[in-house]
């Protein structure tokens, strides 16, 4: 094994380092927010489109999946899946996002002095979707020269 790779967080060179340490922010990030899933359910639930049944329980089962895909995407063994995982979740919530932005609910959980802010902010999330998603799927892709991928990209193409 090179001194450029370690099998338990992959490449350690400067843009290895920069990736690993995105991911570990972003993990961060979904675990925080998964918590808060249960400390403010009530407000989380408001942003849960009416045609979907049984708001609060939705809010409690995407908490969970973010504390889970948050701390899953910290592990090399887990990285992979956790990020794909994210991405769907970030697909799945979208809705929610759009019923925000289209229906005003945002306003309704700030004060009326914020609720233009909260506005903008609903309608620039949509976009800055895309961007998670972009940022979840990079780290869903295999990395060269880390652990197990990398071993079976190898064995792949000496055996042909």
Avoid: C
Wanted: glycine letters at 8%; aromatic letters at 8%.
């Amino acid at each position: 094994m090179s001194d450029e790779t370690r099998p338990d967080s992959g490449p350690t060179g400067p843009v290895g380092r920069r990736k690993r340490f995105l991911r570990r922010l972003m993990g961060a990030i979904y675990a925080i927010a998964g918590v808060t899933h249960f400390l403010a359910p009530e407000s989380f639930a408001r942003a849960v489109p009416p045609e979907l049944p049984r708001p609060r329980a939705l809010v409690y089962l995407s908490g969970i999946a973010e504390v889970a895909l948050g701390l899953g995407v910290q592990f090399e063994r887990t990285r992979r899946a956790s990020a794909w995982g994210i991405v769907a979740l970030l697909v799945a919530v979208f809705p929610a996002n759009v019923y925000m932005a289209t229906d005003d609910v945002a306003t309704e959980l700030v004060p009326d002095r914020l609720a233009r802010v909260a506005r903008a902010a609903a309608w620039a999330r949509l976009p800055f979707q895309a961007a998670l998603v972009l940022w979840a799927w990079w780290h869903a892709s295999p990395e060269s020269g880390s652990g197990s991928d990398a071993e079976t990209e190898t064995r792949a193409g000496t055996a042909s």
